[in-house]
């Protein structure tokens, strides 16, 4: 039995089979862009631990960071002994996040963490109960950021019932038949029929969705929202958890449009690997909460808030966010090229800024038909010929590029041309 089949059948002996895992291979090492496997393969990584490595596996600055705080300490729980990094972390996202006036950061561990709290400081904030989310948006897997999700399967089957005063209205997404003023309009509908304005504290959405399909929320919706919430005394939660720290060209993705959120959460790439999350956002609303009643033992480590200390300090001294650019126009010449070919799958719809590149496999060369099947077999086929990547989507059609900001030309040209193979008709 080969080591990946060997450690395969441990996990199902193991591990529940309600975490699922994309493939069927087993970490060994990685460096940057590459990961090899249990027997040594060798595989170009596209998929950076579902958009959490922008700068890479095992980036040397963040590496250097991290063993020096272990050297120091590990742990000491913010909320019993407080510590620097914590504080220098903080500092660092009120100065880049895209708030109007004055910010406050609060850290958190994992991303879903982020969104609950934040939907926590703005009832305190807003003395209000409703929140309302988007279809496809992904917020988590507790049970309240379930509740925001807007997918049922896989995320809320059989968890039910969902939590109370959540509700739903329609992304933009014009190819669906979804307006930016039909999802306007839907949340007057929600307005009239489900809460009045005056109960909803916070609006949540990625300005690009992730889970969803890595589809761009239009600048003049997202001016809208923040018209509609302004209007109302709602606030505008970005979630910015797999579209920021670079991703998109900007550190966030939400100054693409030019729009200022009262919250913002956090967490991927913001600690190059180590678990890390948080709440960026106007610091009345964030001093809203009484003292303690937020936290949580591992909240800010400060061996993550060390991580992702060099992390920010590798975007600025880098120049990841140009970088970002240049390999997303470097990317879509690519797939544009595969889209005009006979020879390949038909593929449809390239879309998203900087790095943050996605495109949809469909059924008829020319057409919008949705592929989920035929996603599911490239991304199959492209593990076998050595590339990570992986699928999203409303109907799992939606093939996601997440490679590190930190990747060469030349390995992003491989990891390409094994898609291209991924993608070839046989």
Request: include cysteine; charged fraction near 20%; aromatic fraction near 6%.
């Amino acid at each position: 039995m080969s080591a990946n089949a060997a450690l395969q059948a441990r996990r199902v002996a193991a591990i529940p089979r309600g975490v699922a895992t994309a493939t069927a291979i087993f970490a060994d090492r990685a460096d940057n862009s590459e990961l090899w496997d249990a027997e040594g393969r060798r595989y170009v990584d596209f998929a950076g631990g579902i958009a959490v490595l922008n700068t890479g596996h095992r980036h040397a600055g963040v590496m250097a960071a991290v063993s020096a705080q272990m050297e120091r300490y590990t742990h000491t729980a913010f909320q019993v002994v407080a510590y620097e990094p914590y504080v220098a972390l903080a500092e660092r996202l009120n100065a880049l996040a895209p708030i109007e006036g004055p910010a406050k950061t609060i850290l958190f561990t994992t991303g879903a963490e982020a969104v609950e709290n934040a939907v926590k400081i703005a009832r305190a904030a807003t003395g209000r109960s409703a929140v309302i989310a988007f279809t496809g948006g992904f917020h988590g897997r507790t049970m309240l950021t379930m509740g925001l999700t807007g997918k049922a399967l896989p995320y809320k089957h059989r968890f039910g019932p969902m939590p109370a005063e959540i509700y739903h209205a329609p992304f933009p997404i014009p190819h669906y038949g979804v307006t930016a003023e039909d999802s306007l309009r839907a949340l007057e509908f929600i307005f009239r029929a489900d809460a009045a304005p005056d109960r909803v504290a916070a609006i949540i959405l990625e300005p690009v969705q992730g889970e969803g399909g890595f589809h761009v929320a239009p600048t003049e919706f997202m001016q809208a929202l923040r018209a509609l919430c302004d209007r109302h005394g709602i606030l505008l939660i970005a979630d910015e958890i797999q579209a920021g720290f670079g991703r998109t060209g900007k550190m966030f993705a939400v100054e693409h449009t030019g729009v200022k959120p009262d919250l913002i959460t956090v967490a991927k790439s913001l600690a190059g690997g180590f678990p890390l999350a948080g709440v960026i956002g106007r610091a009345e609303l964030m001093d809203a909460p009484e003292p303690g009643g937020l936290g949580g033992t591992y909240a800010g480590s400060p061996i993550a808030c060390a991580a992702a200390l060099a992390v920010l300090d590798a975007i600025a001294e880098e120049g990841l966010l140009a970088r970002a650019q240049a390999l997303g126009e470097r990317t879509r010449a690519r797939l544009a090229d595969f889209e005009a070919r006979n020879d390949l799958r038909p593929i449809a719809g390239i879309r998203g800024p900087g790095a943050m590149i996605a495109f949809d496999l469909v059924t008829s060369r020319g057409g919008r038909e949705p592929d989920g099947a035929a996603a599911k077999l490239v991304t199959a086929k492209a593990l076998e010929e050595g590339l990570i990547l992986l699928s999203c989507g409303i109907h799992g059609e939606t093939i996601r590029l997440l490679y590190p900001l930190t990747i060469s030309d030349a390995l992003l040209d491989e990891g390409l041309d094994r898609l291209e193979d991924a993608l070839r008709i046989v």
